[in-house]
């Protein structure tokens, strides 16, 4: 579980700092609804992610106590 903790708090701390570089303020006409879908996509993706890895981690555990059994 350690791993995906880490691997969830990577993606996060690496959207924030694209969020922060992609920030459209400066521009003549700033898009902001495409800017916060695209950070809230994201969001979901890592969720997703998340979600998986998860899954996987449960039905490997379920496997490894059926071969011991």
Known sequence: MKKIN?????LLIYLI???VIGWPGKKADPDYV??????G???LVISFL???QIKRL????K????KKE
């Open 41 to 43: 996509v994201t969001v």
């Open 17 to 19: 700092v694209m969020s």
């Open 58 to 61: 449960k039905i490997r555990e």
């Open 50 to 52: 998340r979600f998986l």
């Open 34 to 39: 495409q800017y916060f879908c695209v950070i």
């Open 6 to 10: 880490i691997t969830t708090a990577v």
């Open 63 to 66: 496997m490894k106590d059926g």
